[in-house]
């Protein structure tokens, strides 16, 4: 039998690292499908707003279960379009989770209305329904869940709450397309739900994004958002010989290329692959790591399939004589692109200064982040990248035990 790894001498004391090359925590695949379809645009006469635009949203509704589906040139851009179309401005608020990356909590301000946070839940770090209702006022607009590391948020309580109170949910589900809830694919439950194209995502066009609904006037508005505020495009008007065109809103340039659409509509082709290859590496964490004693696997509740964009763990602090800077560190040394996700948005310096929060307020958040630790999950991995990862965590805990 092999010698236990927690005997090995640790790469950052000066040992041999688990494996030689870096392991990062996410990255794409392109095979030469990907590549010839990007070929076919760049030699085709639109290269942007034009075929392949139309044909991504309409792939993309199919696979979601919504009726429309608007693509923009970031998730970002599709978070500030989704926060327009549901009519967010100065004197709103919108309710978000702290647990996410900060532009979810950004495009609330984009729009000049203000972020209000509500805490997490200590299983799934998504947003606590609860805390939710709490922080509802006069003022509040939107709710923005986010499906953190691809587990759905609790939607339907948020839903009915909104439903109560007339507001509009705009899912953010960057982490989470393919994932389903209750049986249902996200991506058709919000009013608005938001998707990522970046290349850590399950599926990429180098920067991209897209909200689906099933409202056609908040697809219309989205549309107007994503071209400068003009009603129609300029295909349509190329294809009837026009000229005249109106801009009746202040939008943006957030349009998404013909080449990233693509890109994106043959990457589509392989979410499922992706999603199951993601599942297994999920499935193959849990059942090695599960008896560290210590550590803290990601939740997962029975209304949820979740898309594992991530894979997050937290340790009892009391279970090991190291901090999470150390053991963070110690894994890095052993190749394995351990990440942090996320430093809790309140706690950043612009939202301090601007909110005058001190980082103690969402104190469920606050506690989890102190321990969390992102091992790497992407489709691309091998089994031998999985047996690393699970390898390197196994030496490292069990050193620090
Ligand atoms: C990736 C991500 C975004 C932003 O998407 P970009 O395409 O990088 O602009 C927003 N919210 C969450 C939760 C994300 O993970």
């Known amino acids: 039998m092999a010698r236990a790894r927690s005997e090995e001498k640790l790469a950052i004391e000066g040992g041999r690292p688990v494996r030689r090359t870096f392991l990062p ?25 034009g075929p392949k635009v139309v044909e991504f949203e309409e792939a993309f509704t199919g696979r979601v279960d919504a009726k429309h589906a608007v693509a923009f040139s970031s998730g970002t851009a599709a978070l500030h379009g989704a926060a327009y179309a549901a009519g967010l401005q100065p004197g709103d608020e919108a309710i978000t989770t702290p647990m996410t990356f ?3 909590a950004n495009c609330i301000l984009y729009q000049g209305a203000t972020p209000v946070f509500a805490d997490v839940t200590a299983d799934t770090l998504n947003i606590n329904p609860e805390d939710v209702a709490s922080r509802i006022t006069e003022k509040t607009k939107a709710i923005i869940p986010v499906d953190y590391a691809g587990h ?8 009915e709450l909104a439903e109560e109170r007339n507001l509009i949910v705009i899912e953010d589900a960057c982490h989470a397309l393919g994932a389903g809830y209750k049986g249902k694919q996200v991506g058709g439950i919000c009013d608005m739900t938001v998707f990522s194209f970046h290349p850590v995502k399950h599926i990429t066009t180098g920067e991209g994004g897209m909200v689906t609904t099933d409202d056609a006037d908040m697809a219309a508005r989205l549309r107007l958002f994503r071209n400068h505020g003009i009603e129609g495009d300029a295909r349509q008007r190329q294809a009837k010989g026009q000229w005249y065109y109106e801009m009746v809103d202040l939008g ?6 013909d080449i990233g659409c693509a890109l994106g509509q043959s990457q589509l082709k392989k979410l499922d692959q992706n999603l199951s290859r993601r599942r297994e590496i999920a499935a193959c964490y849990n059942a090695a790591l599960k008896d560290i004693h210590g550590i803290i696997l990601p939740t997962v509740k029975k209304e949820a399939l979740p898309a594992w964009h991530l894979y997050p763990i937290r340790f009892d602090q009391s279970s090991f004589r190291a901090g999470r800077t150390e ?15 996320y430093i809790p948005v309140h706690t950043h310096p612009f939202y301090q200064k601007r909110f005058g929060y001190h980082g103690n307020e969402y104190p469920v958040a606050q506690a989890a982040y102190e321990t969390l630790i992102s091992l790497p999950m992407f489709h691309g991995m091998t089994d031998q990248d999985a047996e690393n990862v699970i390898d390197a965590t196994e ?3 069990g050193h620090y035990a």
């Open 25 to 49: 925590y996410g990255h794409q695949s392109i095979d030469e499908e990907d590549i010839q379809a990007v070929v076919r645009v760049l030699q085709s006469d639109w290269i942007t707003t």
């Open 102 to 104: 900060c532009a979810t």
């Open 152 to 159: 759905p948020a609790d939607l339907d309580p948020i839903r």
């Open 252 to 257: 943006y340039n957030y349009r998404l290329t």
């Open 327 to 341: 053991i963070f560190a110690a894994l890095r040394a052993e190749n394995i692109g351990v990440n942090v996700h």
């Open 395 to 397: 030496k490292v805990f």
